[in-house]
Structures are given as structure tokens and as C-alpha cells.
């Protein structure tokens, strides 16, 4: 290893590829000639998935799928012979929502690999223009909207890194969600009923249709707590073991993926 260390500028979702794309801040040594780019694997082990050229500077991770959870990079730089340290890492906004009636709850996990002020809030519709309709603190992950429109509309969450200016169009941003939208960006409804909700040791899941699915519990930070493959009607989860707070119930089958919050007591 040699003393330099790379940072990453920031990671953001690539509306081209529907992937992640990770920016590198520019190394300005010669000695070194490309990045190497891990990222963090399921037994917290940073494993590597490519690399890139100094001169270019940003990486697409092809096997990334954004809308399903947050993911977590780092970056080394290498030269003939030698490798740096690994970069501090940097953490994704993942995006997902709740909606009833007319109200649409949006929540993210936060981005973490560089101090900012505040989340940006996106809502446009149909092939119409973004529009930003609400400013949250940094610390505030829950943004509540109230739509009456008769189109599905999608959603995006923006924070702006140091190392670039909004006016430069290169920010971070979440993955996209449409309401009852189907594709790699959207989120597909399917009915499920909760309770009781709070909860403090069973969590009753009850769905209209039979069919495989897996169920997965996140807290707001991103982390994954349980994790559940049923083709049954009737789940009864086991909470007592995970701390008290707010939770996201991710519920995907082959078809459809949704997301639900409830409350540990």
C-alpha cells in the first residue's frame, strides 16, 4: 500500500442504465492508471466488482438493482505495482413509498460519505418537467405528500455533494419510484395487511393471494434485520429480537415488489 488515498466524489442513481454510478474525485498522480471499485457484500466483506480508468473517472455498477436496497462502495487506486488504501465508503439513498388515498409517503435511507444540509424532493408526471415540492433537513427521511392528480407520479430524492454544484447537473440522487408503476424503478402494488402495528413480539402478515414471496425487514438506516421466504397466505414474524424503532417490510414477489413501515415497541 502507499500513502495516497482515494475519495469517492459521490454515488448516484444513473437514470440511463437504472444502476449505480460511482464518481471518483480525480487522483492526480501519474503513477496510478485505473480504480479498483468494491462494494459491500452480504458478510460486511468489501468485495471487488471492477475497475476503470483514471482518465474517466466514473464506474456503472451493472449489477446493481436500486430500487431494492441500499448499497455501500468503496475505491482503491492502482499503478504498476502498487495499491492504495481503500477510500471511506459511501452509502446510497434507497427510495420507496407508502400510499392511502390521496396521501403518498415517501421514505429513504440516508446518504452517507460527505456532510450535507438537506434532502430535495422531485415529483414529476406523466412526461412532464421535475418539479421540487418539498426541503427536508439532512436528518428528516420521511417527506409526506398530498397528490389529487389523476396520473401516477414519480418520485425522486437529491442531495448535492461537495465536490460538485447543482448547476452542474451531477448530484446524488435516489432511485426514481412510480406509484403503481411496473419496472425496474417502480414499486407494484399488492395488497397486504399488517398487524398489530405498533408490534412488540409477532408481526401478522395476511395477503389476499398465495404465491412465493420474500420478506425482508429493514430499519431506516438501511440495515437488514429479518429475513423470510413464504408461499403462505398467513406469516406470523417473529420482532421480539430486534430493538425498538420505525421499519421498513419489503414483500417481493416475481412479479411485484412492496414496501410497508411499522413499529417495534
Known sequence: HVSVTPSICMVTYDSVTNRNKIVMTSVSSVIFFHYNIYKLGST??????GDVSTLENEFIDTTSIPYQKPYTYKISVVGDTIVSMKSPSHTTIWLHYEKTGNQ???LWTPY???TFDSYHIYRKVGSGSWNQIGLNNNSTLVFTDIYTGTDNPTYYVEVVPPCSTKSSGQTVTSNKVKIGGVG???????????FPNPVNKTLTLE???PGNRMFRVYDLLGKEWLTLSSDQEKINLNVETIPPGIYILKIQSESSTTTTKFCKE
Not at 460486511?44 to 466488482?49: A, D, G, H, L, R
Open 44 to 49: 460486511s466483506n468489501y468485495e471487488f466488482i
Open 104 to 106: 403518498v409517503d415517501l
Open 184 to 194: 425496474i424503478d417502480s414499486k407494484s402494488y399488492m395488497d397486504v395487511h399488517i
Open 207 to 209: 395477503l389476499q393471494k
Open 112 to 114: 452517507s460519505g460527505f
